[in-house]
């Protein structure tokens, strides 16, 4: 009896000691031509790195990276001296082992205790051969373009070597469905664009296809990634396919792309760290643009998420600080009817900007000694001369309260365009169109409907061409 009593409790305590091992990560690192070095245990998030550990190998090259609390898991990496690096898995598995030599990683790692990232290894090694086996076919495709017969006969290899990249993937998804792995080359899959039947005699027949092709690119780009799986969040891949999509895929007007913002949000699944992930990339992205008309899209975001209360990350003065922001893009964004201007004028009467009767308005604050002001003021003088005959006029705003040198500037340019004058901005003209800077230009239709904000001299002219060649109303 007391030899049964003490196996049993031999075995409890082997089983209570494994499990308490297996509650925290442990990663036993051999790098052979390495010792008493540093190397860094880190993670991927979004586009960028982030350091999570650090060890120091002994004289053997041996070391283990260890912690009471499992770590999220992703895409991981150790970092070599020298800032080289390589990657495997962090899955529910965190209790193995790994040897490598530095100067040759990619060939000689292997993995002890964790299948799946052997099974990542091979598939890193071939997929990274059938790229370079695919890029010497494109350059040789590239060197033959003045031969018909070889470009025909690359082409053709190029084709079937993609044919085959693709079934290589979708076997290595077909064998990895329950896990990781599985998970993240099915994100990478490649979508497959059907070829569209056009009905003979359609008007504009590759219009109709471009539109049918886009529309289907468009609403099945995410197929192949789980915008729910929070496991992305710590791998490059999430991140690229979001930049991949509001840079390149959707047409860039603030219509198409809200419409699409209210239709990823739901593919997160109410995961709190991808909403909250989605949220601050698209705002950051958005903020930085540079596009006219994407200040639309902030506000969007500002008003569905930031001010709305969703956003419980950011502090009580970054809610403020947006609120003021986003009131000043508010009343300026294109395709609304900009705020009347009624103020005096050069000419001692009283102006209004919707009592002008125009194709087009070209809406410019500056002033008389503004730097940027005094180059671009005589080339608008120059384009107005020759365009004021052809459905143009410029309602100018000055933004300084000294009148003098406003009338004197006006008079020594010979500034012929109304000339509007608010010294105490009764109009609110620097709220209605946020001027915080200058010169700054609007351009306006005949309904006086904002069709271009911030441009520069420059390209007024060649906007305006454009804008009565392809976006006039017959």
């Not at 051999?30 to 540093?38: A, G, P, R």
């Not at 993937?169 to 059907?194: A, Q």
């Not at 950051?284 to 008003?303: C, P, T």
């Not at 271009?452 to 001299?457: E, F, H, P």
Request: glycine fraction near 4%; hydrophobic fraction near 35%; aromatic fraction near 14%.
């Amino acid at each position: 009896m007391k030899k049964i009593l003490q196996i049993t409790a031999l075995l409890f305590l082997s089983a209570y000691t494994y499990c308490l091992d297996n509650k925290g990560y442990e990663i036993k690192v051999t790098i052979s031509d390495i010792n008493d070095s540093t190397v860094f245990l880190a993670y991927h998030f979004g586009d960028r790195q982030y350091l999570t550990d650090t060890l120091k190998l002994d004289a053997e090259g041996y070391g283990v990276f260890a912690g009471k609390e499992k770590l999220p898991e992703g895409i991981y990496m150790i970092v070599l001296p020298g800032n080289k690096y390589f990657e495997f898995l962090m899955t529910e598995n965190q209790h193995f082992s790994l040897s490598c030599t530095s100067n040759d990683f990619f060939r000689t790692l292997k993995f002890s205790g964790s299948p799946l990232n052997t099974a990542f290894t091979d598939y890193q090694k071939q997929w990274t051969q059938m790229q370079k086996n695919a890029s010497l076919i494109n350059n040789r495709l590239q060197l033959n373009k003045s031969n018909p017969d070889s470009l025909r006969i690359l082409s053709q290899k190029q084709r079937e070597y993609e044919s085959g990249m693709k079934a290589y993937l979708r076997s290595v998804i077909d064998k990895n469905k329950s896990n990781f792995l599985g998970v993240l080359v099915k994100s990478m899959l490649p979508l497959e664009i059907p070829e569209f039947t056009i009905p003979a005699g359609t008007h504009n027949p590759d219009s109709v296809r471009w539109n049918l092709r886009y529309n289907y690119n468009k609403d099945h780009f995410f197929d192949n990634i789980d915008l729910s799986d929070e496991r992305l969040l710590r791998t490059p891949i999430l991140q690229t396919r979001l930049e991949t999509f509001f840079r390149n895929v959707i047409i860039q007007s603030p219509d198409s792309i809200n419409k699409e913002i209210d239709r990823i949000f739901p593919k997160t699944g109410g995961n709190p760290k991808l909403f909250q992930f989605l949220s601050v990339y698209l705002f950051n992205h958005f903020r930085q643009s540079e596009i006219m008309g994407h200040d639309a899209v902030l506000v969007k975001l500002a008003d569905d998420i930031y001010l709305s209360g969703k956003a419980d990350w950011i502090t009580e003065e970054f809610r403020n600080d947006l609120h003021r922001q986003v009131e000043l893009l508010r009343h300026n964004l294109l395709g609304m009817k900009g705020q009347n201007l009624v103020m005096d004028s050069y000419r001692g009467i009283f102006v209004a900007l919707h009592d002008i009767e125009k194709e087009f308005t070209v809406l410019y604050f500056w002033e008389p000694n503004c730097g940027h002001c005094n180059e671009a003021t005589p080339k608008l003088k120059e384009w107005y001369e020759k365009a004021k005959n052809d459905g143009v006029e410029i309602f100018s705003v000055c933004t300084t309260g000294n009148r003098q040198e406003w009338t004197n500037y006006i008079e020594k340019h010979g500034l012929t365009w109304i000339n509007g004058w608010d010294p105490d901005r009764h109009t609110h003209f620097d709220y209605y169109y946020n001027v915080q800077a200058t010169p700054m230009v609007y351009i306006l239709d005949k309904d006086k409907k904002i069709i271009a904000k911030k441009l520069s001299i420059d390209d007024i002219p060649s906007f305006i061409d454009n804008y009565r060649q392809y976006f006039r109303q017959q």
